[in-house]
């Protein structure tokens, strides 16, 4: 989006609440579904393998495996469906998008090297 003015014009639109994920992680996205005049939330949790674009065009695509079946869904960042997004495991992948993951099956098909975490330094 080289255009200065319609970035311009939609970065009012932009969402700033979301959490900072990267490709790999672990999340839970909080949809809100219609059906009828009613309204619920439902979550699809799983693995982060593509984030593309930028500003109000961002998208990002989660993929988990449902009853041995890979399943993909993409999200704008910005919609107004996503209620909330929480951030369940963090990880170190080596490439931008995790394309590669498709191809796999059973337990390696969530496999991402994940992130070691600190232990914090006790001060006096």
């Not at 369940?88 to 993951?101: I, V, W």
């Amino acid at each position: 989006m080289s255009n200065p003015i319609i970035r311009e014009i939609t970065a009012s639109q932009v969402k700033k609440d979301l959490p900072p994920f990267k490709v790999g992680d672990g999340v839970k996205v909080h949809t809100k579904v219609r059906e009828g005049d009613k309204e619920r939330v439902q979550i699809f949790a799983g693995i982060v393998i593509a984030i593309k674009g930028s500003g109000i065009h961002e998208t990002f695509t989660v993929r988990r495996i449902s009853y041995g079946e890979g399943v993909e869904r993409v999200f704008p960042s910005s919609s107004p469906n996503i209620e909330k997004i929480e951030i369940e495991q963090t990880s170190e992948p080596m490439r931008a998008r995790l394309y590669y993951l498709r191809d796999r099956l059973g337990k390696a098909a969530v496999a991402v090297k994940v992130q070691k975490r600190e232990k914090p330094v006790a001060t006096k």
